[in-house]
């Protein structure tokens, strides 16, 4: 599930804040169970990746309901569509208890944000040699 500001989204805005909420049940104790998000484009271009063992969190134990909550301050994403994968895997990351592949497609609405491409990369410009500069209009 997406929220921004603790309320429930569908389609994220780029550069608000957005938090993914991941429920899971572990039917037999896991210990340090990774985590793991993917964000593709509908060609299957990778976009971003992560997991909580690359964040250095450990889950310790798990051995029955538990959740996860990924919490992104600005999302970087631009305007359009996107899948999104879950996975469960051991703390190597080759045993796989779960995965749920492109399960989830969002759409991604430009707001404020001006770049193009897939992602916004804040910059700044500094400019020297010119006459009558105008910044952030």
């Known amino acids: 599930a997406f929220t921004s500001g603790g309320e429930a989204v569908t389609s994220p805005t780029s550069l608000d804040p957005l938090d993914i909420d991941i429920s899971f049940t572990a039917h037999r104790p896991l210990q340090d169970l990774v985590v793991r998000l993917r964000v593709d484009t509908p060609d299957g ?5 992560t997991n909580t063992r690359r964040c ?42 779960d995965q749920w592949d492109h399960r989830i497609r969002f759409d991604v609405r430009q707001y404020k944000a001006y770049d193009t491409g897939l992602v916004h990369v804040p910059v700044t410009w500094n400019i020297s040699g010119a006459r009558g500069v105008v910044q952030g209009g």
């Open 45 to 49: 271009q990778l976009v971003w990746g």
């Open 56 to 97: 250095g969190v450990s889950l310790g134990l798990v051995d029955s309901a538990a959740s996860a909550k990924v919490s992104i301050p600005s999302l970087p994403l631009l305007e359009g569509s996107y899948l999104l994968s879950v996975g469960l895997t051991d703390h190597t990351e080759t045993i796989g208890f």
